[in-house]
């Protein structure tokens, strides 16, 4: 019994009709309230999955759809699949509060409604959410940001069931994150804007795996592209991959359009934007809207172009545009990554899900990654399709570094 979290588009319709012809019991919200693409969520509805998921749903709408995918009647569910962590959370927070913890003050609209609606339910179904806590065989978490979150419930202890991280299976981060990025952020800027990005500066905030494909996206596209970075290892990255690495003060000056990729909070200010050239574009592909101050926006005139395209209007009449309100910009207003690319990555869900599933007794309260062995067979899947003609060991080569023919070819810290 599935509980999933995870954009509903149609990439993710196929790994649902994956998981439920493997004999699993699925129930589905999206993460992320501008990502549903609304035939995918009706295609699999018709199915008889139960989907809570519409494209520019309310954020009220947003968090009472996941306490709905948790809730299987006199069942609970036994296995989460999320991605960036709102599901888990929810249920971590649950059991909390039917053990008697309190809330902290909302610091945001999106606290109060998680807060709202996880205490409405816990109010409908007192102890249920502890008993689903009890049941769980763990969960497959899909983003950087939620294995983040994981790797911090961990840290202290109180993470009560196992993790898997399919974030850093290397058939994810290095290929989602990366080529996923380098192609999926131009097509949401052409698609929300038309505008011509050759000749334009462009400015990439965090240079990791969703940076460096953000960057090459632009630069693909003509743009001129500075970076900016608080890593001294990536920042070096970025030098020598030939982009001009800056602050954010001193991009502002000049860029004409503005991406996020840290999975951090306050990366553009308000201020930032006010300093902004006339028409200035500014968007984020990190998993939450705390990139941007979109909030510090609120009491400016919006004026909405068409869904996922604002224009902000500061007192002094200078305006930027804001795309998909600060939320991931290539769901919110395009479609997402290529289906081939997504294929690696919810491969490795399905490979996650079942592990835990299959081998509860074999993990412990912690968070892993999966193992070498399933990542290389991720990519061998997905070899024939490109055409791919893959060199043979022989015995004497394999004997020579030390692997077997068959793999796994590099050890656990190589980097790739």
């Not at 050239?277 to 068409?306: M, R």
Request: charged share 20%; hydrophobic share 40%.
């Amino acid at each position: 019994r599935i509980t999933g979290s995870l954009h509903m588009t149609i990439q993710t319709a196929v790994l649902i009709e994956t998981l439920t012809a493997l004999g699993a019991d699925v129930r589905w919200a999206t993460c992320n309230i501008f990502s549903t693409q609304d035939h995918a969520a009706a295609a699999i509805a018709a199915t008889g999955v139960p989907v809570f998921a519409i494209k520019g749903e309310s954020l009220a709408d947003y968090w009472d759809y996941v306490g709905s995918i948790f809730d299987w009647g006199t069942e609970t569910a036994n296995i989460i699949l999320d991605d960036g962590g709102d599901a888990t959370m929810f249920a971590l927070w649950g059991a909390k509060l039917e053990a008697g913890a309190t809330f902290g003050e909302p610091e945001n609209e999106e606290e109060v409604e998680f807060q709202r609606a996880l205490k409405a339910f816990v109010k409908a179904r007192p102890g249920y959410l502890t008993e689903t806590v009890k049941n769980l065989k763990g969960v497959s978490e899909e983003t950087t940001t939620g294995v983040h979150r994981l790797y911090e419930i961990a840290k202290k202890g109180e993470l009560p069931f196992p993790a898997i991280n399919v974030n850093d299976s290397v058939t994810k981060s290095k290929f989602d994150n990366l080529y996923g990025c380098k192609e999926s952020l131009v097509d949401a800027i052409r698609r929300a804007t038309d505008v011509m990005l050759a000749g334009k500066v462009a400015c990439v905030a965090g240079f990791g795996d969703v940076g460096k494909g953000s960057a090459q996206s632009l630069r693909n596209g003509g743009a001129r592209v500075m970076v900016t970075e608080i890593d001294p290892i990536c920042a070096l990255q970025a030098a020598m991959e030939g982009f001009e690495v800056v602050t954010m003060e001193d991009a502002v000056k000049r860029a004409d359009i503005f991406c996020t990729a840290t999975g951090n909070a306050d990366v553009i200010t308000a201020e930032h934007m006010m300093a902004m050239k006339p028409n200035a574009i500014v968007c984020n592909i990190g998993h939450f809207d705390s990139e941007i101050q979109i909030a510090a926006l609120s009491n400016y005139k919006w004026t909405e172009v068409k869904p996922g395209t604002d224009i902000v209007e500061f007192p002094d009449g200078n305006q930027i545009i804001i795309l998909a309100k600060g939320r991931l910009v290539n769901l919110g207003c395009a479609t997402g990554h290529p289906s081939f690319v997504m294929s690696a990555s919810f491969t490795n869900q399905v490979l996650a899900q079942i592990e835990l599933f299959t081998n509860p007794d074999q993990y412990q309260n912690q968070v892993y990654v999966l193992p070498k062995h399933l990542d290389e067979k991720v990519a061998m899947l997905h070899l024939e399709k490109l055409g791919v003609k893959l060199t043979k060991l022989s015995e004497k080569q394999a004997g020579y570094i030390g692997v077997s023919t068959d793999g796994p070819f590099k050890p656990d810290h190589y980097r790739y």
